[in-house]
T-cell receptor
Framework: GAVVSQHPSRVICKSGTSVKIECRSL??????MFWYRQFPKQSLMLMAT?????????EQGVEKDKFLINHASLTLSTLTVTSAHPEDSSFYIC??????????FGPGTRLTVL | AQTVTQSQPEMSVQEAETVTLSCTYD???????LFWYKQPPSRQMILVIR??????QNATENRFSVNFQKAAKSFSLKISDSQLGDTAMYFC????????????????FGTGTRLQVTL
């Protein structure tokens, strides 16, 4: 069964609005989660590392004020895309890191900004 | 910094045949992990197989096996008895061992190989 869930699976919003994506770890205590972005027919691009109880670490070139990450518990991390614009349309995927040095991925969220 | 290279953007194989997907990587690390993930049309990333660099024995998972050549920094995936359900994008990925045991590490992905299994 799934070990990581994401909600919503699809979201369509108007330009200028904010969208929150939830990532839940169902089977593991997730001290660390990762957020990725994937454009069509491309690989996954790491956006940030989400650590429970502390600030996220963002990859170079990722705007932290644009992509707000909150990891307030061992089972939930959220990604908020603030003031979304059409160029933010993409597929967003989260993953949970386990002490067995394996990452398990959520099913992804397709964001479309009109 | 680590890099992962998948030189085959697309491959095709007939059902029941065997196919090998290539992956090379570059790192100065000695302790790391290598992975193959599968992304079918649903876009759910699924772990196919995992290899620890300190293990000489190649990992196997049912029809999936790897050829891990540490000195050559090569990590190919062999799929035996290919099935239609194997049609997907396959990503090779690298993860270095954390500074301390239990320290999370991020994955570095290759660009992927699109595999089509045909009748």
């Amino acid at each position: 069964g799934a070990v990581v869930s994401q909600h919503p699976s699809r979201v369509i919003c108007k330009s200028g609005t904010s969208v929150k994506i939830e990532c839940r770890s169902l089977d593991f205590q997730a001290t660390t989660m990762f957020w990725y972005r994937q454009f069509p027919k491309q690989s996954l691009m790491l956006m940030a590392t989400s650590n429970e109880g502390s600030k996220a670490t963002y990859e170079q070139g990722v705007e932290k004020d644009k992509f707000l990450i909150n990891h307030a518990s061992l089972t939930l991390s959220t990604l908020t895309v603030t003031s979304a614009h059409p160029e933010d349309s993409s597929f967003y995927i989260c993953s949970v890191w386990t002490r067995g040095y394996t990452q398990y991925f959520g099913p992804g969220t397709r964001l479309t900004v009109l | 910094a680590q890099t992962v290279t998948q030189s085959q953007p697309e491959m095709s194989v007939q059902e029941a045949e065997t196919v090998t997907l290539s992956c090379t990587y570059d790192t100065s690390e000695n302790n790391y992990y290598l992975f193959w993930y599968k992304q079918p049309p649903s876009r759910q990333m699924i772990l196919v197989i995992r290899q620890e660099a300190y293990k000489q024995q190649n990992a196997t998972e049912n029809r999936f096996s790897v050829n891990f050549q540490k000195a050559a920094k090569s990590f190919s995936l062999k799929i035996s008895d290919s099935q239609l359900g194997d049609t997907a994008m396959y990503f090779c990925a690298f993860m270095k061992h954390g500074v301390n045991t239990g320290t999370a590490s991020k994955l570095t992905f290759g660009t992927g190989t699109r595999l089509q299994v045909t009748l």
